[in-house]
């Protein structure tokens, strides 16, 4: 089951196409926001670790800054190696200024 929404950054906090690490219960979570769509990964690359929120973002992909991964945001879906396992993926929901993700559990 999941579980509640909570509120990770404010949407002026996340420019247009950029991106910012938080943390929810000790979940490493990456919010982005493309083209004033938000969607949100986890952080720590699939590979060995490389935190997503310092890479790049192109489109709809995330690039590792440690050793080039990209993931799709908007499944968590690794669409280049050396990682080859998804990244969780979060629900994402707007509230007035606030952005809120939901917990995994
Ligand atoms: S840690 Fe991300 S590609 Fe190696």
Redesign the pocket.
Known sequence: MSGDFVKVAESREIGMSSMKGVEVDGEKICVINTEGNYYAIGNV?T????PLDEGTLEGFEVE?P????KFDIRTGEPTKP??TTAVSKYEVKIDGNNILVRKQQ
């Open positions: 690359c590979h060995v670790g490389g590792c440690w050793h080039g991964s050396p990682a």
